[in-house]
Structures are given as C-alpha cells and as structure tokens.
C-alpha cells in the first residue's frame, strides 16, 4: 500500500476535510492523488460520446459553401442558354450515378430551345478530373427537355456538372451547377 510521505498510511478522510486550497495544493503534491485525478479525466473520456469517426462517417459537405442547394425547377441562365432542371433522382445528387431530366430555353425569351447540342461533363474543381463514364443526352418528347443518364459523380466532395452547349446563333454556352456528393 502506497504512504504518505510522512510513512504513513494515507488517509483520505482526513486530507480531502481540508479546506478548497489546502486541497488543491494537496493533490498537486500527493503523487496517490494525481493519479486517481488522471483515472478520472480517463474514464471521463471513456463514459463521454465516441469521436466522430466512430460515430458516423465524416462528413465532406458540411463545410461546403462553393455548392448550389438542390432544388426542384432551378435555372441556370446563360448568354444564349438556360437550364431549368426538372427532375433528379436521386435528389439531391448523391455520389455515383444520377440521372437528370432538364429543359433547355432561350436564355432572352425563356422558351424552350431545340437547336442546341449538348455535352455533359461532370468535373470535381478541387482534384482537377472529371469521370470516365460519358453521360447520354436523350431528348424526350416534349420539346427542349432532355434525359441526362448517368451523370456519374464518382467521388465525395464537390462536382460542377458542366453543361456544355453549342448553339447555331450564339457559338458556345456553357452552365455550371455545383453539388458536393457525401460519402
Ligand atoms: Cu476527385
């Protein structure tokens, strides 16, 4: 049994009815006491929630600011060329394959544009690469919507999908939405 440094036994009882100061001091200079202060800051950390990590896997979104918010009918407006998607699934984008149904207008007017062609190309600004599956652009019956399937966003973290169109009148148009893909 550990003792004092006076030899003898220690007491607790008696110590701790010292007054708040006394105490302190005490425990700073009771090698016993110190020890038992650092078992419990220990099992404090033991009994208190599991780190992050453990909890849920980290979230790369949360901190993301540069993303749009997903939303069913947002636009985007170019010089000749505006988006409007209609519908995603998943919605919001997540990580992996998305497909898009979207409607393409004059950007002046708002109505729906025909005469464009379309390249889709989804691309993570931070890591400098897009992804290796190509999207298809079918065009659905109703003039100026197209499917965009799939717009793979392979990785967490930010994407642009960069939509890409050339028109007859205007030259190029490009329109950008950013979403940020979890884990
Ligand atoms: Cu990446």
Aim: include cysteine.
């Amino acid at each position: 049994m550990w003792e004092g440094r006076t030899g003898r036994p220690w007491l607790p009882d008696v110590r701790f009815a010292e007054v708040g100061p006394g105490a302190i001091l005490h425990a700073m200079t009771c090698p016993r006491l110190r020890l038992s202060i650092v078992c419990l800051a220990l099992s404090a950390c033991d009994s208190s929630e599991p780190s992050n990590e453990e909890m849920a896997p980290t979230s790369v979104c949360e901190s993301e600011t540069r993303d749009d918010l997903y939303m069913v009918g947002m636009e985007k407006i170019g010089q000749s060329v505006a988006v409007r998607i209609l519908d995603a699934a998943p919605a919001p984008p997540e990580r992996f394959d998305n497909a898009w149904t979207i409607e393409v207008l004059d950007s002046k007017t708002m109505q729906p544009r025909t005469d464009t062609s379309l390249v889709v190309e989804p691309f993570m600004p931070d890591h400098k690469h897009g992804s290796s599956i190509e999207c298809e652009v079918t065009p659905l019956e109703t003039a100026g919507q197209y499917e965009l399937d799939p717009i793979n966003l392979f990785m967490p973290g930010l994407w642009e999908v960069r939509l890409r169109f050339t028109t007859p009148d205007a030259g190029e148009d490009q329109l950008v939405f950013k979403f940020c893909v979890e884990q």
